[in-house]
């Protein structure tokens, strides 16, 4: 029974233009939510994340929204650098365990 | 300064055979968290340590896998009669307090063959 879904097991967006990861949830416990980017061969790398009870959290080029709603989280990326290809992991907290998705792998084209 | 580090990157093990892995946090972190990962999944929770006490032991898939933290800094996870499901990469995170940021290690790549 997954909790944190990412159905899109890759995406490729053109340098400069904004990226946009996609994650739902079916636990509505979680405390807040977080992603995590990671380079083949190193561990994740905490992004950026949101309190279950915000629906935006903006960080430099990073921005994530929540929807409670409709149990939908989405990372955007703008603009896209090259540097951001990598996989991107949507988790949730609660209890002080991290609920990861699968991942979604980003390339960023030239 | 220095980050999570874990040791062995890489081990190759015979089904049946034991395996250590460890794992040297943030010095001065209180919680430490192991994560196993299969290939094309997320990382999945097995154990969280604050200090030297476990307080969460919730993910450990069977009584094969036994976690310790003695002395509240270096952890060693160790997989008893090893299985070809447990093939995966084996991740370390430590944190300064339960609720912060969590530090991921570059994991353990366990290959069991």
């Known amino acids: 029974d997954q909790q944190v879904k990412q159905n899109s097991p890759s995406l490729s967006v053109q340098e400069g233009r904004i990226s946009i990861l996609n994650c739902d949830y079916t636990n509505s416990m979680f405390d807040y939510f977080l992603w995590y980017k990671k380079y083949p061969a190193e561990g994740p790398t905490f992004l950026i994340s949101?309190?279950?009870?915000?629906d935006k959290n903006e960080d430099g080029r990073f921005t994530v929204f929540l929807n409670k709603s409709a149990k939908h989280l989405s990372l955007h990326i703008v603009p896209s650098q090259p540097g951001d290809s990598a996989v991107y992991f949507c988790a949730g907290y609660r209890d002080d365990k991290i609920i990861f998705g699968k991942g979604t792998r980003l390339h960023i084209l030239p | 300064g220095a980050g999570v580090s874990q040791s062995p990157r890489y081990k190759v093990a015979k089904r049946g055979q034991d395996v250590a892995l460890r794992c040297d946090p943030i010095?001065?972190?209180?919680?430490l968290f192991w994560y196993q990962q299969a290939l094309g999944q997320g990382p999945e929770f097995l154990t969280y340590f604050q200090n030297e006490a476990q307080l969460d032991k919730s993910g450990l898939p069977s009584d094969r896998f036994f976690a310790e933290r003695p002395e509240g800094s270096v952890s060693t996870l160790k997989i008893q009669r090893t299985q070809q499901e447990d093939s995966a990469v084996y991740l370390c995170?430590?944190?300064?307090?339960?609720?912060?940021?969590?530090?991921f290690g570059p994991g353990t790549r366990l290959t069991v063959t």
């Open positions: 995170a430590s944190s300064e307090t339960r609720l912060s940021e969590q530090y």
């Open positions: 010095s001065g972190h209180v919680s």
């Open positions: 949101i309190s279950s009870i915000k």
